[in-house]
Protein backbone atom coordinates (compact mmCIF):
# COMPACT_ATOMS: atom_id res chain seq x y z
CA UNK A 1 0.00 0.00 0.00
CA UNK A 2 2.80 2.48 0.40
CA UNK A 3 3.89 2.73 -3.62
CA UNK A 4 0.39 4.36 -3.76
CA UNK A 5 1.06 7.30 -1.23
CA UNK A 6 4.69 8.08 -1.29
CA UNK A 7 6.32 7.57 -4.61
CA UNK A 8 5.33 11.46 -5.89
CA UNK A 9 7.21 10.18 -8.78
CA UNK A 10 3.97 8.50 -10.37
CA UNK A 11 1.63 10.32 -12.05
CA UNK A 12 -1.95 8.20 -10.00
CA UNK A 13 -3.96 11.11 -12.08
CA UNK A 14 -2.98 10.02 -15.84
CA UNK A 15 -4.88 6.35 -16.28
CA UNK A 16 -4.45 6.76 -19.89
CA UNK A 17 -0.32 6.67 -20.10
CA UNK A 18 -0.03 4.01 -17.23
CA UNK A 19 -1.17 0.81 -16.83
CA UNK A 20 -1.44 0.62 -13.60
CA UNK A 21 -4.82 2.70 -13.34
CA UNK A 22 -7.72 0.74 -14.55
CA UNK A 23 -10.84 3.21 -15.89
CA UNK A 24 -13.75 0.84 -14.35
CA UNK A 25 -17.77 1.10 -13.52
CA UNK A 26 -19.55 -0.37 -11.33
CA UNK A 27 -21.00 -3.80 -12.32
CA UNK A 28 -17.53 -4.24 -14.51
CA UNK A 29 -16.09 -7.38 -14.48
CA UNK A 30 -12.56 -7.56 -12.61
CA UNK A 31 -10.35 -10.98 -13.00
CA UNK A 32 -7.46 -10.85 -10.81
CA UNK A 33 -4.58 -13.43 -11.34
CA UNK A 34 -1.97 -15.06 -8.74
CA UNK A 35 1.46 -16.24 -10.17
CA UNK A 36 2.55 -18.82 -6.80
CA UNK A 37 6.19 -18.99 -7.53
CA UNK A 38 5.99 -20.85 -4.04
CA UNK A 39 3.73 -23.37 -2.26
CA UNK A 40 1.69 -21.94 1.26
CA UNK A 41 -0.87 -23.71 2.37
CA UNK A 42 -4.08 -21.30 1.63
CA UNK A 43 -6.35 -20.17 4.67
CA UNK A 44 -8.39 -18.01 2.39
CA UNK A 45 -8.28 -14.68 0.77
CA UNK A 46 -10.09 -11.57 1.83
CA UNK A 47 -11.19 -8.50 -0.44
CA UNK A 48 -11.54 -4.39 0.78
CA UNK A 49 -11.71 -1.47 -1.25
CA UNK A 50 -11.73 2.28 -0.30
CA UNK A 51 -15.11 3.96 0.54
CA UNK A 52 -14.62 7.19 -0.87
CA UNK A 53 -12.13 8.44 -3.69
CA UNK A 54 -8.63 9.27 -2.66
CA UNK A 55 -6.13 11.70 -4.47
CA UNK A 56 -3.11 10.17 -3.11
CA UNK A 57 -1.57 13.37 -1.44
CA UNK A 58 -1.87 11.31 1.94
CA UNK A 59 -0.63 8.17 2.99
CA UNK A 60 -4.19 4.97 2.43
CA UNK A 61 -4.09 3.55 5.47
CA UNK A 62 -5.79 -0.20 5.94
CA UNK A 63 -8.61 1.79 8.24
CA UNK A 64 -10.00 3.68 4.84
CA UNK A 65 -10.56 0.10 3.34
CA UNK A 66 -13.80 -1.45 3.74
CA UNK A 67 -13.56 -5.47 3.74
CA UNK A 68 -16.46 -6.96 1.24
CA UNK A 69 -15.84 -10.78 0.60
CA UNK A 70 -13.69 -12.98 2.62
CA UNK A 71 -13.67 -16.49 2.08
CA UNK A 72 -12.02 -17.96 5.09
CA UNK A 73 -11.18 -21.13 5.97
CA UNK A 74 -12.84 -21.27 10.08
CA UNK A 75 -11.50 -25.38 10.29
CA UNK A 76 -8.87 -25.55 13.46
CA UNK A 77 -5.96 -25.87 13.86
CA UNK A 78 -5.66 -23.40 10.48
CA UNK A 79 -2.49 -25.22 9.30
CA UNK A 80 -4.28 -28.71 9.05
CA UNK A 81 -7.34 -27.39 7.27
CA UNK A 82 -5.88 -25.73 4.04
CA UNK A 83 -8.54 -24.17 0.98
CA UNK A 84 -6.87 -24.94 -2.26
CA UNK A 85 -5.31 -22.12 -3.38
CA UNK A 86 -7.21 -20.30 -6.69
CA UNK A 87 -4.91 -18.71 -8.98
CA UNK A 88 -7.82 -17.33 -10.87
CA UNK A 89 -10.36 -14.80 -9.20
CA UNK A 90 -13.46 -12.65 -11.16
CA UNK A 91 -15.65 -10.38 -9.02
CA UNK A 92 -18.55 -8.00 -10.36
CA UNK A 93 -17.24 -4.66 -8.75
CA UNK A 94 -19.64 -2.67 -6.46
CA UNK A 95 -20.89 0.61 -6.91
CA UNK A 96 -18.27 3.55 -5.79
CA UNK A 97 -18.35 7.53 -5.77
CA UNK A 98 -16.69 8.53 -8.78
CA UNK A 99 -12.48 8.92 -8.80
CA UNK A 100 -9.51 7.10 -7.64
CA UNK A 101 -10.09 3.60 -5.05
CA UNK A 102 -7.59 1.06 -3.88
CA UNK A 103 -8.94 -3.01 -4.34
CA UNK A 104 -6.54 -4.97 -1.96
CA UNK A 105 -6.61 -8.60 -2.18
CA UNK A 106 -4.60 -10.83 0.75
CA UNK A 107 -3.98 -14.37 0.36
CA UNK A 108 -4.00 -15.51 4.01
CA UNK A 109 -1.45 -18.20 4.59
CA UNK A 110 -2.36 -21.06 7.22
CA UNK A 111 0.50 -21.57 9.13
CA UNK A 112 1.63 -18.27 9.80
CA UNK A 113 0.57 -14.97 10.54
CA UNK A 114 1.55 -13.51 7.56
CA UNK A 115 -0.51 -13.03 4.29
CA UNK A 116 0.32 -11.62 0.33
CA UNK A 117 -1.15 -8.49 -1.32
CA UNK A 118 -2.41 -7.62 -4.14
CA UNK A 119 -3.84 -3.96 -4.90
CA UNK A 120 -5.00 -1.90 -7.90
CA UNK A 121 -6.09 1.48 -8.74
CA UNK A 122 -9.51 1.96 -10.16
CA UNK A 123 -10.46 5.05 -11.23
CA UNK A 124 -14.40 5.02 -11.02
CA UNK A 125 -16.86 6.82 -13.50
CA UNK A 126 -19.85 7.77 -12.31
CA UNK A 127 -22.58 5.87 -12.30
CA UNK A 128 -26.18 6.17 -12.52
CA UNK A 129 -27.17 4.82 -9.13
CA UNK A 130 -26.24 7.33 -6.39
CA UNK A 131 -23.13 8.92 -4.92
CA UNK A 132 -22.66 6.38 -2.34
CA UNK A 133 -20.79 3.60 -1.23
CA UNK A 134 -23.41 1.33 -2.25
CA UNK A 135 -24.03 -2.15 -1.59
CA UNK A 136 -21.55 -4.37 -0.31
CA UNK A 137 -22.87 -7.66 -2.43
CA UNK A 138 -20.49 -8.71 -4.62
CA UNK A 139 -19.87 -11.56 -6.53
CA UNK A 140 -16.47 -13.60 -6.82
CA UNK A 141 -15.47 -16.79 -8.89
CA UNK A 142 -12.43 -18.35 -7.87
CA UNK A 143 -11.76 -20.79 -10.44
CA UNK A 144 -8.43 -22.96 -9.85
Not at 90 to 101: D, K, N, P, T, V
Not at 127 to 132: A, D, V, W
Amino acid sequence: MRQFSSDKTFDWRDGSKYHHVHKVKAGDKFDIHWDYTMAHKTRGYTYAITDHPTDFSQRLTFNELKTFFENISQEKPFWSHQLPASTDHSMILLEREAGFHVLLERWIIADTDMAFHQSWVLEYEASLGGKGPGDMNTIITMLN
